[in-house]
């Protein structure tokens, strides 16, 4: 429901470091955005209580944070629609739903890879105009210079870090790889005992086209759908079969798998990506995180795929 | 020359273990107990077993290993698979498979030449656990200790829902009221537990034989026979399964040790006491002492120098006088322990 005679106010979503930057961009466009809440027992509750309970773990946690959003003064919310095949891309249409039948009133709108791209073309950066009334051109500077800090962060923090002692690979869904809240701070623990995490998922990928892809990237998902029937089963279940392809050949110490309890994409690939750690000899620990995940469960588990990465290392270098 | 003994500890939700090592890897006590809370639990550890030994080295395993080691200083915390590793280890050099059914969690370790290779643990349900079986042996009216030779009395074990415990002891009561036996409800529910345990933490993993079996739950024998029937081979059960993680974690400690001091801290030892050393001919009247603490020290009238009055200090003093010694503007107050 369009709220066109009161002033917009948005609400984002929290995600991890990628929060502050989409919610500067829509401040850059002059809207008003309410400062994000971060992820709490009280998101998850709200989360879990009003979604069906084999849905994905992220969708709950993003219902939760609409409704401390809407609570906070939000008459607009803005979720990402990744347009994809997996359960993703109909997440803003259910949330929408539900939210209202609680009796909030707001507009949800969807914002799509197009809605990213920083070409000032008809079927770019549509949603991005609508909300905040400027023109093509302006909204795509604002874009590339956000891009570009983007760019700098997920390097920093995963895409470009240098080779340590011990190293491991983060792959998965890409909200519970990124998400401290949901992986209860698991990179965090791993580099405070001296590992180095890495990782080639990063949002920016969402909106690059595949004709931009690396040449290295194009091949690797060359091979990963010759695992499967030749076709994307969505979400990030292919890039995380291409992510062993690429972290065996780079020789990495270990690689976690991250997922939601019931995500469709990671589940139907977990077979290939045991197949491909083994017989690349690569350590792998899956992680599935629900409601019932806590700091202790994926603490003991992280903490224990760090010490038997270390003592291998020691006793097999 | 006394032995160098080190302090391993396995705090669990539903046991606590303790175990004392020499320096030849040799256990020489344990002790092991339903658990309490933590505090309680440990003090019980310090009490009849630590006892009045000096400990060169602590470590702490356990789902309470972290609240453990702020409270004893222990020297080493390590998660509570890799302390199974090397406690078995240890006993078996070869072994390749290590399965740990536990109250309220289970493990499988893989192994290969002595290094551990991967390992999962049971996350999802309670089927394939030993509160499983605690909670039906209860609505049975049987102990756990009789669970294992009650069992094996089985002819026809029944079928028995697999993949929830709630489940599977709500099916047991209903056998029950149909007339089922008693022996053959326990035959399977050991079963089930077993083959729970192999569906969700041995899935799509190669069990390599030599297989060790740990933690409490070995001792039940129809469970052992259960696991040997569904992995069609020998299951090695040590003497004192229980106690495989606490071994372990003292022999990381002793390893990691070497000539580092130890930080553990009995804390049911007695308190130091402290007692004044005063040399006032030195004394300069600055009157740090006696305005700070004139429980302690006051002013002669007649050479205007401090006198202490109070030589043992209480404990509740100890920061005060602590403070008054470090300000003595002559330095002519110490603390001695006695």
Redesign the interface.
Known sequence: MAQTNLKRIIGLPSYSFYTKHFVELLRLLKLEVLDHIPINDETVRLGVNHSPEMMCFPYKIVLGNFIQLLRNGANTLVMFNSCGQCKLRHYYKLANLKLHELGYRFEMIDVKPMDLIPIPLPVFMNKLVYLSGKGKLEIAKIIKRKWLELKEEEEERYLKKKFGDINIAITGEIFCVFEENINHHMVNMLEGWGARVHSTLNVRALATPKFLWPKERKLLRKQALSFLDEADPGGHGLHSIEDVLYWSQKKIDGIIHILPLTCHPEILVEEIVDYLCSKNKVPLLRIRVDETSSPLNIGTRTETFFELIKRRKKYEP | MSRKIFLGIDLGSISTKGVLIDENKNIIDSLYLKSKDIESSLKIILAKLVKSREIIGAGVTG?GREYAKGLIGADVV?????AHAIGNLRLFPGVRTIIDIGGEDSKLILLE???????N?N?ICSAGLGASMDNIAARLGITIEEFGDLALKSKEPINLPMKCGVLMSSAVVSAKNRGARVQDILMAVAQAVARNFLALCAK?KQLAKPVIFCGMTARNKALVAALKKELAGEIIVPDKPELMGAFGIALITLDEMKERQTSFRNILAKAKKYRIIHEREDCISCGNCFLNAPDYFVQDKEDQKSRCIQEEVKKKDLKKIKEVVRNCAAQIIKLEKV
């Open positions: 789902s390590k998660t509570e698979i890799i030449n002595g290094v551990m290779k991967d390992f643990m996350s799509g």
